[in-house]
């Protein structure tokens, strides 16, 4: 059984993308040498952040957006068997467009 996960407030949920595993020269990387990637695709977002006259403000970011965010932005769970990461609405650095059709691009080669 699935479940859906809705974060409250102005919080998103966010899956990693993973990096390739070899470099431009061929060089295979190690996972242990690996950084965790700063990049994700947001999967659910919140309905927004409120003010002290209750005013509901939408989010910038949508489900679906390819975004990049801090190194330590977030906390890490494990939902449905996947790890996601939970983070606020500003711990996001910006909103990537074009990236995800590069990505596949890329992928298609193999």
């Not at 999967?43 to 209750?54: C, P, Q, T």
């Not at 609405?89 to 995800?100: F, H, W």
Request: aromatic share 4%.
């Amino acid at each position: 059984m699935s479940t859906k996960f809705t974060p409250l407030h102005d919080r998103i949920l966010v899956r990693r993308v993973e990096e390739a595993e070899t470099a431009r020269g061929g060089i295979i990387i190690p996972d242990t040498a690996k950084e965790k990637p700063q990049e994700g695709v947001v999967l659910a977002v919140g309905k927004g952040k409120s003010n002290d006259k209750g005013e509901t403000f939408p989010l910038a970011v949508k489900d679906g957006d390819r975004v990049l965010f801090g190194k330590y932005a977030g906390t890490e769970i494990t939902f449905n068997d996947e790890l996601l990461i939970i983070m606020r609405e500003e711990e996001v650095l910006g909103v990537l467009t074009g990236a995800a059709k590069a990505a596949e691009k890329t992928g298609s080669r193999k």
